[in-house]
């Protein structure tokens, strides 16, 4: 079966620092691979969808940005985090063939800039 | 773009008494309508969903109703227990990839 990781589950970090959050898929191959941010009590936001390595998509013009170096993993980065980065951030993932719409969402990355 | 939308924004239920949620679209192409359960500090997970091709859906206690026609589609949890409180999102897709998610519905089963 498919099992979706994020990392780290929580990060406190300063305004002006950098930003790495991982996420990774075992058990297919080639997913469409998603990053959303979700502000607290609010809906889901995406930011990024990549369907294939060093492909990525960009939904909102922000300061992060993403990247998928592996088949089975997406890597959102900021280079200097603004207070209003601060969020739940999901990554997830949808089957490359087939039912590409059906999404699979990871545990999450609770994120607090301050 | 799509755009979906859901209400109510809050729901209190007693305990075993049924639940529904309706949500509304705008994009006649989209063909997939998809649930997801959040509990708190966790990621949502699908409960249920359904196609265009298919007018009604069961799982257990949770059902899919969908009204092309209408462009809406409601979400039923019948018999409801304390575990159902979470909030719960709709969203809808034209197979490209991208789901358009509802605001989500905050449902409270008092016990």
């Known amino acids: 079966s498919q099992t979706i990781h994020q990392w780290p589950a929580t990060l406190v970090q300063p305004v002006g620092s950098p930003l790495s959050l991982e996420c990774t898929v075992e058990?297919?191959?080639?997913?469409?691979l998603y990053w959303y941010r979700q502000a607290a009590g609010r809906g889901l936001q995406l930011l990024f969808y990549s369907v294939g390595i060093g492909q990525i998509s960009s939904e909102v013009p922000q300061n992060l940005s993403a990247s998928r170096p592996q088949d089975r993993q997406f890597i959102l980065s900021s280079k200097k985090l603004l207070l209003s980065d601060s969020g739940f951030y999901l990554c997830?993932?949808?089957?490359?063939?087939?039912?590409?719409?059906?999404?699979?969402f990871g545990p999450g990355t609770r994120l607090t800039v301050l | 773009g799509e755009n979906v939308e859901q209400h109510p924004s809050t729901l209190s239920v007693q305990e075993g008494d049924s639940a529904v949620i309706k949500c509304t679209y705008s994009?006649?192409?989209?063909?997939?309508f998809p649930w997801y359960k959040q509990e708190l500090g966790k990621g949502p997970q699908l409960i249920i969903d359904?196609?265009?091709?298919?007018g009604e859906k069961k799982d257990q206690r949770i059902a899919v109703t969908l009204n092309k026609t209408a462009k809406h589609f409601s979400l039923h949890i019948t018999e409801t227990q304390p575990e159902d409180s979470a909030v719960y999102f709709c969203a809808a897709s034209r197979n490209d990839y991208k789901l358009s998610f509802g605001a989500g519905t905050t449902v409270t089963v008092r016990a």
């Open positions: 997830a993932w949808s089957p490359g063939q087939g039912n590409a719409d059906t999404q699979y």
């Open positions: 058990g297919t191959s080639n997913p469409n």
């Open positions: 359904i196609r265009s091709n298919v």
């Open positions: 994009d006649s192409a989209s063909n997939y």
